[in-house]
């Protein structure tokens, strides 16, 4: 660690230095993130840069060409007044002079020694610089008997004029910056809609489109809010268009199915056809499944999806899966099916859900850790809890469980991992993603990690009593 960032953490415990960071790094968001104020800053160093080189070109324009034409009038001009003063110089009339104009007189000589203030400008930089400033020789002259006469200006003019001026000066620009700024951001808030828009249609809502100011004749950010406008669409109507296809090919699906499977089930039942007509069953019965599982999961994807919601015993439906699924895979070696360890609350109130769409949910966590859990060590767990208001429903197997970088890919439609999960293991890769489904229509949760061995699953539900 460097000396700089040891100090930075020793500084970080005192309230004043952490304000100081605070303010440092809100402001360097700001500078990074803003756009808004980017632009203010740029204007106003664009502001400043033209006074600095306005003020400096008109110094420079004014000392080559003015200052030169002005200097014959100006020595013209002393000469007259010093002549005025007379040989010797007359006291009351340089003091009449001083009162006059804003003028600095020092007469000194062999008969008067007078000088009309304490300081001005060039004794001033005469007393910083230890010298004479070199244009004090041209507002000097000497008389014929002796007196050298130093005219200057006067310090109390400047010290006269009224000090609000400065003040007033700051607050117009400050006033300025900010006029400039209100405009700035009013130019620049359709951006926020833009923004807006564009989250809404990430999320999938396409009813409320993006607002165009002056819609007759937009500006640039019109026509780009138009445009995102027309793209929101062509999206939507492309999902609603992929929707509506597959609902109707799954409903066009049945009708053809059902009539295999009937014919499948007229064949005689013997020898040498029943083991082709099992076969068949099974094939027909699982396309039969994956048209179901498609019609709902497209229920479920929809914005509007309607939950049947009543009082639920969760107990006493994850124990009727439970004995669905064992008597389903069950075998004639293991007439009573396979194990599945329960661990469910002795006691549980009826809870508001949706009856069908939690046992699909049960049902389809359970029969994936049933598929992946031969030959393992252990059987496979589910484990329910109910706190306040939220009800948690894991389940894990014992089985080889999955790569960590294909762990966010599960719950997605159609994916099945490539390592110990294929098709012969079971699935198309629609159960999780009906579980992930119905926990996000019940405003939940759906996770899944590595338990080391096998594989976890958890869906946290918001549970309201009857």
Known sequence: MSAGQALLRACKGWPGIRDCIRVQRSAKHLLA???????????????????????FGMQAALSM????????????????????????PSVERAQALTERLPLTLRISGP??????????????????NGQPPEEMRFFERTTADGHRIRFGLSVQAWHDRPRYIGWATLAVLLLLTALAYRRVRRMLRPLDDIRA??????????????????????????????TINTMGADIHQMLEAKRTLLLAISHELRSPLTRARLNTELLPETADVQPGRDALLRDLALMRDLVTDLLESERLASPHVALHREAVDVCTLVEDVVCELQTAHATADEQAGPVIDMHVPPALPPLQFDPTRIRLLVRNLLDNAL?????ASAAPQITVQWTEGQLSIAVRDFGTGVEESQLPNLGQPFF???????????????????????AQAHGGSFAVRNAQPGLAIEIALPAATV
Request: glycine content about 10%.
């Open 111 to 128: 008969q008067v020694n007078w000088r009309s203030h304490v300081e001005d400008l060039y004794s001033r930089t005469e007393a910083r």
């Open 197 to 226: 828009g564009a989250q809404r249609f990430g999320a999938g809502d396409f009813a409320q489109t993006i607002p165009v100011r002056r819609a007759h004749h937009p500006d640039e950010l019109g026509e780009l809010a138009a």
């Open 33 to 55: 993130h803003s756009l808004r104020f980017r632009l203010m800053a740029l204007f106003v160093m664009l502001a400043l840069a033209m006074a600095f080189t306005f003020m």
């Open 416 to 438: 099945r991992p490539d390592a110990a999960r294929t098709r012969e293991g079971g699935g198309v890769g629609l159960g999780l993603y009906l579980c992930r489904l119905v």
């Open 371 to 375: 598929r992946h859990s031969a030959g």
């Open 65 to 88: 060409g003015w200052r030169d034409a002005a200097k014959p009038l100006v020595a013209d001009y002393i000469d007259t007044l010093s002549a005025g003063l007379g040989s010797p």
